[in-house]
Nanobody, 118 residues
């Protein structure tokens, strides 16, 4: 199997920045099958929503709400994906989940809380 371990969440004031990291570990051939990695978030009472994704080749996709503020990147050698979050807003407060798609299998991290205060 594949395990995803997130880090980097926390409390930040509006306008501030945070960087999330997610490292994949586990069975090598399953890790190598992962093409797309990304971040999703879920606020209380709301559905989980896509934040950003990146393919192994580096193609990216962002939710409109984070374009120009968030940057997703990936280190394939370290099996790690990052999310640089700048100009954070109150509405960015959520639990952020790392996701990896390997073949037809979706892997999820345990989530990390990001809280933006005024």
């Amino acid at each position: 199997q594949v395990q995803l371990v997130e880090s980097g969440g926390g409390l930040v004031q509006a306008g501030g920045s945070l960087r999330l990291s997610c490292a994949a570990s586990g069975i090598i051939f399953k890790i190598l099958s992962i093409n797309t990695m990304g971040w999703y978030r879920q606020a209380p009472g709301k559905q989980r929503e896509l934040v950003a994704t990146i393919t192994r080749a580096g193609s990216t996709n962002y939710a409109d709400s984070v374009k120009g503020r968030f940057t997703i990147s990936r280190d394939n050698a370290k099996n790690t994906v990052y999310l640089q979050m700048n100009s954070l807003k109150l509405e960015d407060t959520s639990v952020y989940y790392c996701n990896a798609l390997g073949g037809s299998t979706n892997y999820w991290g345990q989530g990390t809380q990001v809280t933006v205060s005024s």
